[in-house]
């Protein structure tokens, strides 16, 4: 499925989106394709924001999935679930206190689907609750995707 054919199944993102971004702390939130493209965003991000969100959280799937594989010498066709980057200020001294910025947190919506979320929040924000509100919503996207009506327009295009 590509990112058009994902944009027409999704339609308004905000049935996806809307339960994630309302948990405190959450700053950002993006749909997008294997391939890098913005499929939907959050009304607090701005486009510019999202297509580069989407971009980058694509090379950081593909490339986390592939480092797996090698140091897991798990097969060539194992998906990656949950990749989680936490960034932190930077330390004028080695010995000064580490300080989480936030964290970044890319979901596959199902197998198969072709469809990721992306979710940035703050460090006070519980990793657990947004995983929760990921998991759920990312499974809601993966069933709306492989409908049985969407596999049917699929194998007649």
Do not use: C
């Amino acid at each position: 499925m590509n990112s058009e054919q994902l944009r027409e199944r999704i339609g308004d993102p905000s049935w996806v989106l809307d339960p994630i971004i309302e948990i405190g702390g959450v700053m950002k939130a993006v749909i997008l394709s294997a391939d890098g493209m913005q499929v939907g965003k959050s009304d607090n991000t701005s486009n510019d924001d999202g297509d580069r969100i989407a971009a980058m959280s694509s090379s950081l799937q593909g490339a986390a999935r592939a480092a797996a594989v090698v140091a897991l010498d798990a097969p060539e066709d194992s998906p990656a679930s949950t990749i989680t980057v936490e960034l932190e200020a930077p330390r004028k001294q080695s010995t000064d206190e580490r300080k989480l910025i936030g964290r970044l947190t890319l979901m596959p919506a199902g197998r198969d689907t072709n469809a990721f979320i992306a979710v940035a929040y703050s460090p006070e924000t519980p990793m657990g609750l947004i995983a929760h509100a990921m998991a759920r919503q990312a499974k809601n996207l993966g069933e709306a995707l492989m409908s049985v009506s969407a596999r049917t327009a699929d194998a007649t295009s």
